[in-house]
Nanobody, 125 residues
Framework: QVQLVESGGGLVQAGGSLRLSCAAS????????MGWFRQAPGKEREFVVG????????YYADSVKGRFTISRDNAKNTMYLQMNSLKPEDTAVYYC??????????????????WGQGTQVTVSS
């Protein structure tokens, strides 16, 4: 079982930056692909980026390529999302998620086994 807790959300102006954190705990998170999803008001939850705990392979949604960077610190059991050049359309609740032994290229909402509680990111114009 994996438990996930997000933090770092807040309110920023367009063009600004935020860094989200996802603290993981449990017995088998090394067997889980990790990722970030987001859900904006009135929209479906969408994939942002995925990362493998071992190997460091990543996969980004086209909407955030070049602006967001995912990373991890296995010693701290923590995953990060550095968000730069934020746009109003990035406004959403951001969720940390885990999927058991899944390719990062196949990470979808329905395939994730565990979710954090979400952290709000609001970007003003």
């Amino acid at each position: 079982q994996v438990q996930l807790v997000e933090s770092g959300g807040g309110l920023v102006q367009a063009g600004g930056s935020l860094r989200l954190s996802c603290a993981a705990s449990g017995r088998t998170f090394s067997s889980y692909t990790m990722g970030w999803f987001r859900q904006a008001p009135g929209k479906e939850r969408e994939f942002v980026v995925g990362i493998s705990w071992f190997g460091g392979r990543t996969y980004y949604a086209d909407s955030v390529k070049g602006r967001f960077t995912i990373s991890r610190d296995n010693a701290k059991n923590t995953m990060y999302l550095q968000m730069n050049s934020l746009k109003p359309e990035d406004t959403a609740v951001y969720y940390c998620a885990a999927a058991y032994q899944l390719s990062v290229a196949l990470l979808t909402t329905s395939r994730c086994d565990y979710w954090g509680q979400g952290t709000q990111v609001t970007v003003s114009s």
